[in-house]
C-alpha cells in the first residue's frame, strides 16, 4: 500500500495495475480463518473495522483499524477476531476460491 500527499488530505492506493479480486471479509469475534496457504495468489489486508492476530508462518501479529498486512502465496497464514471484524482483502494473481490448501481449521475443513 502506497500513500499519496495531496493538499486535501491523502489517498491510499492498494493496486496498481494488476488483476485483482477485491472481497469484504466479516468475521465474527472469536472466529477465525483456516491455517492456510494460497500457491496462485497474494493477499493484502486492510482491516477497516474490529482488532485481532494475524499469523504469518510462526510470527504472530496484532490487528487494529487503519492496519495493512500482506500475505505473500505459499506463506502459511490466519486472521482470528478479537472483536467483530471487516477486513477489505485485496489479492493480486490468479485468484480461485479452490486455491486453499488448509492445515487447521475448527470448523472441520481440512481435508486429509
Do not use: C
Request: hydrophobic share 30%; no cysteine.
Amino acid at each position: 500500500m502506497t500513500r499519496t500527499q495531496k493538499p486535501w488530505g491523502y489517498f491510499e492506493q492498494f493496486t496498481n495495475n494488476l488483476e485483482s479480486t477485491v472481497k469484504l471479509l466479516y468475521i465474527k469475534e472469536g472466529a477465525s480463518l483456516s491455517l492456510q496457504t494460497h500457491k496462485e495468489r497474494d493477499e493484502l489486508w486492510y482491516i477497516i473495522e474490529g482488532e485481532g492476530v494475524a499469523i504469518l508462518e510462526e510470527e504472530l501479529h496484532e490487528l487494529f483499524p487503519g492496519d495493512s498486512f500482506y500475505v505473500p502465496k505459499g506463506k502459511k497464514h490466519r486472521y482470528t477476531a478479537k472483536t467483530d471484524t471487516r477486513i477489505l482483502e485485496i489479492s493480486t494473481g490468479y485468484f480461485d476460491e479452490t486455491d486453499i490448501e488448509r492445515f487447521e481449521d475448527k470448523y472441520g475443513r481440512v481435508k486429509k
